[in-house]
């Protein structure tokens, strides 16, 4: 599903654009995917697990635009993504379609300054015209600052995965399950 060009502004003024990837963005958007997995450990990959290839990396764009179970949302400082937020079915069964997956990634140095808030704000609204009664997301259980967004934005834990990411140095991080009722 294709998401219309959003001009915002952030706490620190910074002004952003959100809107969906398009093809021309292929380049960056795998720039942003390379440094967001450099970062830090709470992206599920680390960077060298990153497919550098440009045409795949169209390929999945497309996808996206023409998919209505899914919208990926990503913040661009003028050409570079920076930030990206996606809501995707859980599944297509009917038991399970009222259900959607939530993920959400920034580089570090726009962090602090509202975009995850207004990010997950703008998935809420998407998530609910799409017609999603329930969001889940999966979270690191060290990340104490996305989880306190996550509860900030009404987010509840339900549970917790026992060692569910093991890192290259050997520790193990639980994940916290939450979800969000949409109506």
Same mark, same amino acid.
């Not at 958007?29 to 550098?52: F, G």
């Not at 999603?132 to 509840?156: I, V």
């Not at 290259?168 to 949409?182: A, N, P, Q, S, T």
């Given at each position: ?5 959003? +001009? ?32 830090? *450990? ?5 960077? +060298? +697990? ?47 379609? *009222? ?12 962090? &602090?300054? &509202? ?22 997301? &999966?979270?690191?259980?060290?990340? +104490? ?16 995965? *026992? ?6 140095? &050997? ?13």
């Amino acid at each position: 599903m294709k998401y219309e060009a959003e +001009e915002i502004t952030l706490r620190d003024g910074r002004k952003l654009t959100i809107r969906s990837a398009e093809e021309k963005d292929a380049e960056t958007m795998l720039e942003y995917i390379y440094k967001i997995a450099e970062e830090t *450990h709470y992206m599920i990959r680390y960077p +060298e +697990e990153v497919d550098d290839d440009l045409e795949d990396e169209k390929r999945i764009i497309n996808e996206n635009l023409n998919d209505d179970g899914s919208v990926f949302l990503t913040v661009f400082d003028k050409d570079r993504a920076v930030g990206n937020v996606c809501v995707y079915r859980n599944r297509n069964n009917y038991k399970l379609k *009222h259900r959607c997956n939530f993920a959400i990634a920034l580089f570090q140095e726009f962090c &602090g300054a &509202g975009l995850g808030g207004i990010l997950i704000d703008r998935a809420v609204k998407q998530a609910k015209e799409m017609g999603f009664e329930q969001m889940e997301l &999966g979270a690191f259980a060290d990340n +104490e600052r996305a989880l306190a967004l996550y509860k900030k934005m009404g987010f509840k834990e339900y549970g917790r995965l *026992h060692k569910a990411f093991k890192l290259k140095d &050997g520790r193990y991080i639980d994940e916290v399950c939450m979800v969000k009722e949409l109506n």
